[in-house]
């Protein structure tokens, strides 16, 4: 009998290849026709984790191979999750053009990263005041703000339940980072906002070069850990042709996160050479500010996890101390809080089980 690490990996390296190796399926699809009804619910599950259903499944209806049965449960899932989509961009788009109607300025921010794929909450980022955007919230839609951590007070960040989305809201007021050390940085998730058509509807997205800096500052300052839809849309984007690297460097350099970047898209880049067999057409410049590469990430609990000591902590090291030397005193003191924060999270997840209403 498989142990419950091995059959975590043979998961995940079916969803990466039927995510990443969409030229060459076959292999993948044979190991799904093998599983159980409980495998497959596994994978679904891991799936949505990794914000993959549509893109992980959809060779599956596409393949020679896959018999009748394995392409109606594949049409199954993605049906539901199709609907899911459908209903959470209906309100997305109320939402926002409600708040544009109101003076509040909103990039819809990772969520729509993922397409054909959805996030699991719907994430925005305001250069309004947090109490303009509360209170359109929940007055046009009778939003519930949810309970709120040390984390999100200092990032200023809310979380909003509004009936009939199952997905949260969650908008990010005038900060980015994990304890809102970014202003300037955040304000060109507006500035530099385009327009993309999803499904028929409109939405202001951030410039390539933000979604890689949001998709960096979430992975390598927050969660230390990379889901199969953070290769899959940033490989995606990289190849597009559509990312300045010098316009990236030159946003993210003064901020101290730069390296973080560089690392970022190299693990990246080592990832899809894993799985295709060949790296992506990154500047030098990137791989040499990278701190690390792939080699140091480790399948654990459903995710590619970054270790903390010495990986993560060296870049945060090399933030705080960027910060500092440019005498932006606020953002070092926000992000001198961020050890003593994670240490009350982790004492309070021993105790309790859960790290809620610190982190």
Same mark, same amino acid.
């Given at each position: 009998?498989?142990? !419950?690490?091995?059959?975590?990996?043979?998961?995940?390296?079916?969803?990466?290849?039927?995510?990443?190796?969409?030229?060459?399926?076959?292999?993948?699809?044979?190991?799904?026709?093998?599983?159980?009804?409980?495998?497959? &619910?596994?994978?679904?599950? %891991?799936?949505?984790?990794?914000?993959?259903?549509?893109? +992980?499944?959809?060779?599956?209806?596409?393949?020679?191979? $896959? =018999?009748?049965?394995? &392409?109606?449960?594949?049409?199954?899932?993605?049906?539901?999750?199709?609907?899911?989509?459908?209903?959470?961009?209906?309100?997305?788009?109320?939402?926002?053009?409600?708040?544009?109607?109101? @003076?509040?300025?909103?990039?819809?921010?990772?969520?729509?990263?993922?397409?054909?794929?959805?996030?699991?909450?719907?994430?925005?980022?305001?250069?309004?005041?947090?109490?303009?955007?509360?209170?359109?919230?929940?007055?046009?839609?009778?939003?519930?703000?949810?309970?709120?951590?040390? =984390?999100?007070?200092?990032?200023?960040?809310?979380?909003?339940?509004?009936? =009939?989305?199952?997905?949260?809201?969650?908008?990010?007021?005038?900060?980015? +980072?994990?304890? @809102?050390?970014?202003?300037?940085?955040?304000?060109?998730?507006?500035?530099?906002?385009?327009?993309?058509?999803?499904? @028929?509807?409109?939405?202001?997205?951030?410039? !390539?070069?933000?979604?890689?800096?949001?998709?960096?500052?979430?992975?390598?300052?927050?969660?230390?850990?990379?889901?199969?839809?953070?290769?899959?849309?940033?490989? $995606?984007?990289?190849?597009?042709?559509?990312?300045?690297?010098?316009?990236?460097?030159?946003?993210?350099?003064?901020? +101290?996160?730069?390296?973080?970047?560089?690392?970022?898209?190299?693990?990246?880049?080592?990832?899809?050479?894993?799985?295709?067999?060949?790296?992506?057409?990154?500047?030098?410049?990137?791989?040499?500010?990278?701190?690390?590469?792939?080699?140091?990430?480790?399948?654990?609990?459903?995710? %590619?996890?970054?270790?903390?000591? !010495?990986?993560?902590?060296?870049?945060?090291?090399?933030?705080?101390?960027?910060?500092?030397?440019?005498?932006?005193? !606020?953002?070092?003191?926000?992000?001198?809080?961020?050890?003593?924060?994670?240490? $009350?999270?982790?004492?309070?997840?021993?105790?309790? +089980?859960?790290?809620? =209403?610190?982190?």
């Amino acid at each position: 009998m498989a142990t !419950p690490l091995a059959r975590e990996n043979e998961l995940l390296d079916v969803l990466c290849n039927l995510t990443l190796n969409q030229l060459d399926t076959e292999p993948a699809i044979r190991t799904l026709q093998t599983f159980t009804n409980e495998e497959r &619910k596994d994978l679904v599950s %891991m799936a949505e984790s990794h914000h993959v259903i549509l893109r +992980g499944l959809t060779p599956v209806l596409a393949s020679p191979i $896959a =018999g009748e049965e394995l &392409k109606n449960w594949a049409a199954k899932v993605i049906l539901n999750e199709s609907n899911r989509i459908t209903n959470a961009l209906f309100y997305l788009q109320e939402i926002c053009s409600c708040l544009e109607r109101s @003076g509040c300025k909103v990039t819809v921010m990772k969520s729509l990263d993922h397409w054909p794929d959805l996030g699991n909450d719907l994430d925005l980022y305001t250069t309004a005041d947090e109490d303009e955007v509360r209170n359109v919230l929940v007055e046009k839609f009778k939003a519930t703000i949810q309970p709120r951590s040390w =984390g999100d007070r200092l990032a200023h960040k809310w979380n909003f339940s509004i009936t =009939g989305l199952p997905e949260a809201v969650e908008v990010h007021a005038q900060r980015l +980072g994990q304890t @809102g050390e970014h202003t300037r940085l955040a304000e060109r998730f507006v500035s530099r906002r385009i327009i993309r058509t999803f499904d @028929g509807r409109s939405f202001f997205v951030p410039a !390539p070069e933000e979604r890689i800096v949001v998709a960096t500052l979430q992975r390598m300052y927050r969660h230390f850990y990379i889901r199969v839809c953070d290769i899959a849309n940033t490989a $995606a984007l990289v190849e597009s042709g559509a990312v300045h690297f010098a316009e990236l460097r030159a946003s993210t350099e003064p901020s +101290g996160i730069w390296p973080g970047v560089a690392t970022y898209l190299t693990i990246v880049s080592d990832q899809v050479k894993k799985y295709r067999g060949t790296e992506l057409d990154l500047p030098s410049d990137v791989l040499t500010a990278a701190s690390f590469g792939g080699k140091v990430v480790k399948t654990r609990a459903r995710f %590619m996890r970054i270790p903390l000591v !010495p990986y993560a902590a060296r870049l945060y090291t090399h933030q705080v101390t960027t910060m500092a030397a440019r005498g932006d005193v !606020p953002a070092t003191f926000r992000l001198s809080l961020l050890p003593p924060l994670a240490s $009350a999270a982790a004492v309070a997840l021993k105790l309790t +089980g859960s790290d809620k =209403g610190i982190w």
